[in-house]
């Protein structure tokens, strides 16, 4: 059994979905990939990666919780919320970030780190939503967590491209049920492509 572990904030944990337990991405991926898996929901809403944000998601249950787990896949999908102004500061969130990534590498399961550029933005009503900034994911987050990956030497997904609209999602920032299962579909695409990792994918 591979186990994998989703971390994130609420896009992750599926705010705004009636059902998140089902509809939520993680929930659809173990649809998708079936018995041999077995993927956990990690997400908490408005993480941040950054320690000393409104919410850092060191700093919550569901961290801990991640890491006594001991996966055999990480997913990590933070960064939406660090592009709030009282919590965006590049040097500090490629420090946390690293930090945060660097946890999990370090896990006795020697896992299978994935690092996930969050989905876009988006201003549906001209103005920033929950103090999310477009721009700041854009000029900031996304190439930071780029670079972190290529000096890890760890797989990245970009999902930058994923939604080109907010018609996935009303407020802007949470997707929906079909948005919910595009990004599902999206990181299954990119594990189903890397199958030879693990064999029971492979099959």
């Avoid at 946390?96 to 009503?125: G, H």
């Avoid at 994911?137 to 000096?151: N, S, W």
Wanted: glycine share 4%; charged share 25%; hydrophobic share 45%.
């Amino acid at each position: 059994m591979i186990r994998i572990a989703c971390i994130g904030d609420s896009i992750t944990w599926g705010f705004t979905l009636l059902n998140p337990r089902k509809q939520s991405y993680p929930a659809l991926l173990q649809e998708m990939l079936g018995v041999d898996y077995t993927v956990r929901n990690f997400g908490y809403n408005d993480a941040s990666a950054r320690f000393d944000a409104d919410t850092p998601y060191v700093k919550k249950r569901v961290y801990r919780l991640s890491l006594s787990w001991n996966p055999d896949i990480v997913i990590i999908m933070l960064g939406t919320n660090d592009t709030k102004r009282q919590n965006w500061d590049p040097e500090i969130f490629r420090r946390d970030y690293s930090k945060l990534v660097d946890s999990y590498l370090q896990l006795p399961s020697k896992p299978r780190v994935i690092l996930v550029a969050p989905i876009r933005i988006f201003l549906p009503f001209k103005v920033p939503i929950l103090g999310l900034y477009p721009e700041t994911m854009e000029t900031g987050v996304r190439p930071a967590i780029l670079e972190i990956a290529a000096e890890k030497e760890l797989e990245v997904i970009d999902l930058k491209d994923l939604f080109t609209d907010s018609a996935y999602m009303m407020d802007g920032v949470h997707p929906q049920r079909k948005g919910a299962k595009m990004m599902a579909e999206a990181i299954f695409a990119y594990l189903h492509l890397c199958g030879d990792v693990f064999p029971a994918m492979a099959e």
